[in-house]
């Protein structure tokens, strides 16, 4: 989740439970608390790999925050509140804390929430990343918390808008799991899992994804608006030395690790006659283009003639609103019914 939409949640949190004891400094704390753990992102100076590597990674560890959040909150308490209201202070930092990491497993980039005991990536499927619907009523209130007067009107607005994110993060869930129910996968495929991937901005349009045995995947494009799915695409396991050796990079694992594993690499040639790996993140595929879903992440492995790696570029292709203008309108039209038989074909 975006670090602005994490930072809201912790005025309002503040809001409704700690501000009619530590007053109005508990919102900044909360506001700071809140954001602190993607402070990893500095890690992106140091290089993408290792961005790739340190980021939702131990800065957001449940066991990792159990540590930190009595210090934080003892040091918040003597500094800011002569020294009184410790156990408040701990308390809103574990939470502060918490909720983010909670909000963060709740998309499909998910957090390395238990490490240091295990590095696996965990990721519930259930918000997008960005989401307006879901940020907008935490903006509200937080404004309200910083310039309404009336501490009863301002309490309603924050609770109205912490019921609203409990209520939208349920109809999430909901939506991941009516988005598998209306997905069409063959029986022949044999589908080992299968994941619900949420478009940016809404719970009403996912990417479908499911994997077998033999590293296959089908995907597709569903409407949970609409009950309707698109762009039935089959993708097939390459099986090369080429891919062989890119696996065993320290990139490769990388993107296995933060991806769930949900890879697909094929082979290729550059202009200039070099042998390249590329391989896709299949959990983001534009849901836009039925005749080749382009993938959001891809990365591209270079080889000499001699089998030997030597470059690894990650690409970011982007969302797709910044290069088509009509990309909205067909969003809207997969998301709440096609009209354009050419657009959404199913």
Known sequence: MDTITHTLIGVAAAEVGFRHKLGKKSLLVAAALSALPDSDIVSAYAGQWEMLKWHRAETHSFLIAAIAAPLIGMLAAKFLDKGKHYGLWILLSLLCLSLHILDDLCTSWGTEALTPLFDARYAWDALPIIDVLFSLPLLIAAFSALLLKTARLRLSIATIAVSWCLLYTGLGFYM??????????????????VRSIPSIGTVFLWNVVAKNDKGDYYTQTVSTWTGKSYFPQFHAFTNHPLIELASKSMQYRLLARTSGN???????????????????DMRYANPLKAEKPEPLFSTV???SRNDKLTSVTRMRNGPPLRSDTNVLKRYMALTFGCKETKTCQK
């Open 262 to 280: 949900m890879l697909l690499a094929f082979t290729g040639n550059t202009p200039e006659g070099k042998r390249t790996v590329k391989v896709i």
């Open 176 to 193: 991941n799991h009516r988005a598998q129910q209306i997905a069409v996968i063959p029986e022949d495929f044999k589908a080992k899992s």
């Open 301 to 303: 492995f270079e080889f």
